[in-house]
């Protein structure tokens, strides 16, 4: 059934489940407490540190960062996506979904489109077994090696050289042919003739985390180019988020320790067929931030394999680019080179599965990589290759964002250069802020305007709502009965947070830590919002109204001083009108009142 699903029964989903009932369900738990916990499911490790909490319905893992509701648990856990994870929560409550129209922007996903997808795999892989032109097909696939089952287990099949074949497909839909141009399985000429995209070519279909076809890659048999033609971008299929074999390895292993990222279809399903299952493959792109950080959610560290080359020495400092700001805490990233001329299809036949492990678990860290690449760049025994390291180097160490790394990378350049610590800080300092845009002064003219033009209030240089969000976020029952209409009027973005936590609670009683951060998945401040719902207060639930109450009195009584000093300012300079004179009063009579 189409449409929007309302989020008032998402609110009411997630108020009616037990998230210790939906965890307990997948992984075992034990009472420490008032809450629960696990060792961890989403990274290996012998401690328990993953927290569930049963008056936040929130989950938290102190050793990867993972947290959330038993809406994201059960996405996370089980790789489904969003509206999967409500339709799996609804039935095992009981509940039929309801749907709304929405008049918003057109939605990024068409559901019937899942069905034809489905019906594309299956004709594939019977034409593979049956159609007699994929003679050719069947003995390249068994001269790299591949055994039927593996065949089987990735989906693989063949398009046969025809222009129409998919046109054959029986559908209930009523433009059979408009839909496969819309999941990019055929192309539409400027004359409005519709054919295959793909054709005479071994087909791996792309499957997302729930396992459904999204998209294509398809190799050449013989000579020809390209050599693999992908999916083009469609309302399914997104390259730059998407790896192939995703879902094949959280199907085949529910332990991940490490990820190994390969360039090409065939790398991921011919290291399936000696056992390696935790390979994937990025669809024609570089690995992308977004890449990474679906990996890093699954397991804590990501082995890249290259060809040594230099294409392959390129591809490596591409990648490391976008890891190098995602580095934080356990993760961690390592590189592989392959002798030339071998590819890890070619690499592992040669020396089985076992030595290839060995191979992956003693690859090079990024950041001796990093440091060797770097030095190879510049003569050393010049008195310009010190400095020259230096320069190259900055951009590097100004993308790290984890302060220990940083301070150990920062460590091993000053020592290479032959500086002090303090000497290389004040360089790459110095450089970043010549790079800062230079601030375009106020003329005398606007001077005034640029004083009062304070209507809505700001706050600057600090954060006054941080604490008072957490409070609310661990313990929504702390919300004070007293009026909060002032918060409306700050311009600050912690005060806008906090009022909208205000009226969430308002309006939805007994609300949950979980159901509140609902309200900002996939928003940029979702991730701030589960660290303060995590974070520790020092204090006692108990405690948190009054601690709440008291300091919002506190803030209130800060705004209102600010602004009778910003008038009283004004008045000494021109005079008041009649509407700040009203409120020149109102604030005195108030701070009065307050003492």
């Not at 008072?468 to 313990?475: E, K, P, R």
Request: net charge neutral; with cysteine.
């Amino acid at each position: 059934m189409s449409g929007r699903i309302p989020q008032s029964f998402i609110n009411e989903l997630l108020a009616r489940v037990d998230i210790v009932d939906i965890i307990e369900r997948r992984i075992n738990l034990k009472k420490t407490g008032k809450n629960y916990s696990a060792c961890c499911p989403f990274h290996n490790e012998k401690t328990p540190s993953f927290s569930v909490s049963p008056d936040k319905q929130f989950y938290y893992c102190f050793g990867c960062g993972v947290s959330g509701n038993a809406l994201t648990f059960i996405m996370e856990y089980e790789g489904q996506e969003f509206v999967a994870a409500i339709e799996d929560l609804a039935q095992t409550m009981g509940l039929e979904i309801p749907r709304e129209a929405y008049d918003g922007p057109k939605q990024t996903f068409q559901d019937h489109l899942y069905p034809l997808m489905e019906k594309v795999s299956d004709y594939y892989q019977q034409q593979l077994k049956n159609n007699p032109n994929a003679k050719n097909a069947i003995n390249y696939l068994k001269n790299r090696g591949l055994s039927g089952e593996i065949a089987k287990k990735y989906a693989i099949g063949y398009a046969p050289d025809d222009w129409q074949n998919l046109l054959k497909l029986s559908s209930s839909s009523k433009d059979l042919q408009q839909d496969l141009v819309d999941t990019g399985m055929m192309i539409k000429n400027d004359k409005g003739h519709t054919y295959d995209r793909f054709r005479d070519r071994i087909m791996f279909p792309i499957r997302n985390r729930r396992g459904q076809v999204i998209g294509y890659g398809g190799r050449i048999i013989d000579q020809g180019e390209p050599k693999y033609l992908n999916s083009p971008e469609t309302n399914l299929f997104h390259k730059g988020r998407e790896l192939y074999g995703l879902y094949e390895m959280r199907k085949e292993l529910r332990s991940i320790q490490q990820i190994i990222i390969v360039e090409g279809y065939m790398d991921v399903v011919a290291l399936a067929q000696f056992g390696i299952y935790n390979a994937t493959a990025t669809l024609g792109t570089a690995t992308s931030s977004e890449h990474l950080q679906t990996l890093f959610r699954i397991c804590s560290r990501v082995v890249f394999c290259f060809d040594g080359d230099k294409a392959g020495k390129a591809a490596a400092i591409r990648a490391l680019q976008n890891a190098l700001p995602l580095l934080k805490d356990a993760r961690e990233i390592r590189i592989m080179f392959l002798p030339d001329g071998e590819d890890p299809d070619t690499m592992v036949r040669k020396i089985g599965a076992e030595e290839f492990n060995q191979n992956v678990d003693e690859a090079i860290t990024l950041f001796d990589f990093l440091l060797q690449y770097l030095t190879s760049q510049v003569d050393m025994n010049t008195f310009e290759g010190p400095a020259r390291l230096v320069h190259l180097a900055k951009p590097f160490s100004l993308a790290i964002t984890d302060s220990i790394l940083k301070t150990r990378f920062d460590q091993r350049l000053a020592s290479l250069a032959g500086l002090s610590e303090k000497q290389l800080n004040d360089a790459i300092q110095k450089d970043q802020t010549a790079q800062k845009p230079v601030r375009t002064p106020v003329s005398a003219s606007n001077t005034e305007n640029a004083l009062f033009e304070v209507k809505p209030i700001k706050i600057q240089g600090k954060a006054p709502f941080r604490r008072a969000i957490a409070l609310l976020l661990q313990n929504p029952d702390a919300l004070p009965a007293a009026k909060l209409d002032w918060v409306k009027q700050l311009d600050e973005a912690g005060a806008r947070i906090f009022s909208r936590l205000c009226s969430l609670i308002d309006q939805n009683e007994g609300i949950s830590t979980g159901m509140l951060i609902e309200h900002w998945r996939d928003q940029a401040e979702e991730t701030h919002l589960k660290k303060l719902a995590n974070s520790d207060l020092i204090i006692s639930r108990e405690q948190m109204p009054s601690e709440l109450a008291d300091l919002l009195s506190r803030l209130e009584k800060e705004i209102i001083i600010d602004e009778w000093d910003r008038l009283i300012a004004k008045s000494k300079l021109q005079p008041l009108n009649q509407e700040e004179k009203t409120s020149l009063k109102s604030l005195q009579k108030e701070m009065l009142n307050r003492g």
